[in-house]
């Protein structure tokens, strides 16, 4: 899939005065936690033998590239968006109980996604360190899983000062409660390029595609 950036007009931008509050008078991001219903697209994906991490992948990452404001970052100072994200993900190792970083690249397709997220495994997963797959893509935004744990809130925090305005997304361990699978999720995002409205709208598309995997996982 090709890689496009677009440079915003900061005269006609909508967030124009936003982004300058939130950057430079009141530097804020927020994280909102919310638990959603995996019931049906968790057995649909198991019926067609898809790994449902796979599919979390690819379906949040479908979502956010609906809603631009998700897709803002900065390239060489200059503001812009893209055309589509890749999932930066980890991966765990059993025999030491370390983490590798990794990433595959993204198609609209869902079985041509999680094809190449399964050559990627096999290729991948035996390597141990930070970092196993070279050559991150400049698009790529940080999505993970905690299996081990279902959490009420999760924040990641960054230390380093860098700009960043791709959204951080992290789910958690499911539980069954009353014959469901429930997941948390944790989504942030840097306030200069949304609100809470735009993060609440994104949870109520997810929760309509995890109802009705029908219309998507093929």
Known sequence: MTLEFTPLDLQTWPRR???YYFTKM????FTINMDV???ATYLAAKQHHYHFFAVYLYLITHLISEQPEFMVAQRDGQLGHYTNLTPSYSIFH???QTISGMWTTYDSNLSNFHENYLIDLKQYQAQHGAVIK???PENSYMINMNPW???NSYTPLTFNGLPNYLPVIEAGKYVVQAGKRIMPLSFTIHHAVADAYHVSHFFQRLQSSLDHPEDWLL
């Open 94 to 96: 059993e025999d030491d």
């Open 149 to 151: 744990l279902h959490f």
């Open 134 to 136: 070279a050559d991150q």
């Open 17 to 19: 005065d936003y982004f």
């Open 26 to 29: 009141m530097p804020t991001g």
């Open 37 to 39: 219903d995996i019931t």
